[in-house]
């Protein structure tokens, strides 16, 4: 058994790290290279995430290679003109201002995969997607740990998942979840940027939160 009492000092060491941990774009990200010991850190903590029937579904592809990082933000590029104008008036004048990734001003750029299991799977027989929400709960554990080491970390989704693949070589049965860059910062922002730009604030705690149910729809 392991009863280790965590004390009031850690618990607010991890509140902090949760609170000031950051997405980070291309704007804040210098260019110096991530120390081995550092980036074992960051993997190793992904490897503690929990996962559906402890079947740990996930593979994470470095990237660090220039050419193949030029493709993927070629990808970036095309699908992200595709997506502004799904955004109407200022909200795209707005969009098109944002910097969204941060894949060739970082050092290195992690994919990360779902592996699918041939065999079956416990805990994932009914809801197949817990294989992925395993592999998203990885990602986090990674996101926080990088910023526990003063390292910074953005998500980029604005891509086409087939390219990537096909720039990584991976098979046709993984499924990109993640792309992410990583590298120290400049700075690390207080709040979201989205937040300070406006685009979106923060609902707050009593608005997502419901007791027993959802009321009952009005008769
Ligand atoms: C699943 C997921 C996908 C995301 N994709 C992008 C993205 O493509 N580009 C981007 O700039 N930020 C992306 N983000 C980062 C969010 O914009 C960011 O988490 C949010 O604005 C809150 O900011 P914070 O992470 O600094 O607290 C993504 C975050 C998540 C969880």
Not at 89 to 112: C, F, M, S
């Amino acid at each position: 058994m392991n009863d280790w009492q965590f004390t009031a000092a850690d618990q607010q060491v991890l509140q902090r790290i949760m609170q000031l941990r950051r997405d980070v774009r291309g704007n804040r990200f210098c260019r110096d290279e991530i120390p081995a010991a550092e980036l074992d850190r960051i993997l190793q903590a992904a490897t503690w995430a929990p996962s559906v029937g402890f079947s740990q579904p996930w593979q994470f592809v470095l990237v660090r290679d220039r050419a193949a990082r030029e493709k993927i933000a070629a990808s970036f590029a095309e699908e992200n003109r595709k997506a502004a104008p799904l955004f109407a008036d200022k909200k795209r004048e707005q969009y098109v201002q944002l910097k969204l990734e941060g894949i060739l001003e970082t050092p290195l750029n992690i994919a990360v995969f779902y592996t699918p299991s041939p065999q079956p799977v416990l805990g994932q027989t009914s809801i197949n997607e817990v294989g992925e929400y395993s592999v998203v709960c990885a990602v986090q554990n990674m996101w926080l740990m990088a910023r526990a080491l003063n390292i910074g970390m953005g998500w980029v989704s604005i891509l086409d998942p087939s390219t990537v693949k096909a720039v990584l070589n991976a098979p046709a049965d993984h499924k990109l979840v993640a792309y992410l860059c990583v590298g120290y910062v400049t700075e690390f922002c207080e709040q979201p940027e989205l937040e300070t730009l406006q685009w979106e604030s923060r609902r707050p705690l009593p608005s997502v939160v419901l007791t027993d149910s959802y009321p009952a729809p009005e008769s």
